[in-house]
């Protein structure tokens, strides 16, 4: 511990994780099954799950299979009662991997980050959070892209007499039953919460501002035959798995190379849409004129079937003035309701978290990427100006097709690896640090760029959460999770300059000339192949 004359007693650890959703989670046991010990998991509130924990909308579940949405370490096919697993079995999964991998102790619970300097004299970074102060030679940046909640400003919203709510801090103690309540968005979250709602509500009002894509989702009871077939055979539920992650893989090589390979599902789309709304002029409003997979395809059998009933109302038209419990959209029309529920998603491109996060100058990593080409990271995971900094779940990982946990596991390898790096290299070295190097970060980016400008995301002719504010695709992998496996897998140390306890500095691959031109071509080749 370390003491200041102007502050609090500072734990030090040699690594600190902020949050303890899946990728959080994962990189606690992957560093107890690594050998570390001298971690924490600092999260916010009072027990791990991430967005699992914070989403408890009714209807909420996942629309990724639940075979493949687990750590490839812990399986778990014993949990699930669903093949896609509801919230309830997924926290119940995660909570569970807690307990058996034995991360309980270093899991820091109510402990809101606030700040994260780096600390260039001593080569660590300085934490304050709600719970008091720490130091860590490496901060592990797992918040995730889905935590901070994106509300509109809307004209009027204070005038608004009854509850109003983002659907990610869903108000439990709100009366919905036999009320108008009015849903602002057609995202992922709303097409399950909307069922919820008119199986309950008087009247549903859901503002849509784009139509979604949806296909059904194949859904059902996972048999007791099944779960034990797959405890005593573990094989069966690894094949089960493969072939998930293989189906969905060739959907990901049609939204990168070749979008007009989406026809197939826009047919199926459209077919499913038809069954469920036999009015033609709601169906119309329905159908989206974009390229599937342009925005998130949605998977729901209750969703159009919801929307079909007399009691719902579509509102073709986004949301643009409040006016006490009278609702206007931006054409002119109003609607009564008596509470409000925003589905409207996250800050993706603009997480908060970057604005606590202070590198070498001064400069905030928000800052950083404001000044550069956005929110941009080497590999996912560095970015140069934050030593020791490591994102899960970073800039360009996101997925349009399959599971995210497939990502995370890639990037808990890059992080052992980066962390082998950090050893000493010889007697009496003190504290090193890894500085990603400006040219491999433009070299990985441009590369990326290159073959986003191909993919069904940027040429689908939709605005969506996938592109920044200039348009720019800093969200979304394009490539298979193989591919991705194999860009991570190692660090490769030409990327990185690497920063000594004396104040000197070193290409971390030899000399910095090497690091800087071998690393760059490094990283172009692997962002490009």
Known sequence: MRGTADGP?????????????????GAAVRLRRGGHRDFVVLERSAGVGGTWRDNGYPGCACDVPSHLYAYSFAPGAQWWSRTFSGRQDIRLYLETVADTEGVRPHLRLRQDVRAVRWNADRLHWEITSSGGAWTA???????????APSVPQVPGLDTFPGPVFHSARWDHGAELRDRRVAVIGTGASAVQIVPALAAVASGVRLFQRTPPWVLPRLDRRVTDLERRLHQRYPVTAAVRRGLQWGMRELAGHAFTRLPGALAGYEALARAHLRRAVRDPGLRERLTPDYRIGCKRILLSSDYYPALAQPHVEVVTSALAEVRGSRLIAEDGTG?????????????????????????????????AWREGDGMRALRGATVPGFPNLVMLLGPNTGLGNTSM????????????????????????????????LPSAFRAWNDGLDARLGRSVWNTGACVSWYLDGEGRNTTLWPGSTGRFRRAVRRVDPREYERLTGAGGAEGAGGTEGAGGTEGAGGAARAASR
Request: charged share 25%; net charge negative.
């Open 9 to 25: 007693v500072a734990r030090h650890v040699r690594v600190a994780v902020i949050g303890a959703g899946f990728s959080g989670l």
């Open 137 to 147: 030679d490496v901060v592990v940046c797992a918040t995730g892209p889905l935590s």
């Open 335 to 367: 609607t009564e309701a008596d509470a409000l529920v925003f589905a409207t998603g996250f800050r993706v491109t603009d997480p908060p978290v970057a604005r606590r996060i202070v590198g070498t100058g001064g400069r905030t990593l928000a800052e």
């Open 405 to 436: 946990v497939l990502m995370i596991e890639s990037q808990l390898s890059y992080l052992l690896d980066y962390l082998r790096l950090l050893e000493p290299r010889r007697e009496g070295e003190g504290r090193a640090a890894l500085d990603a």
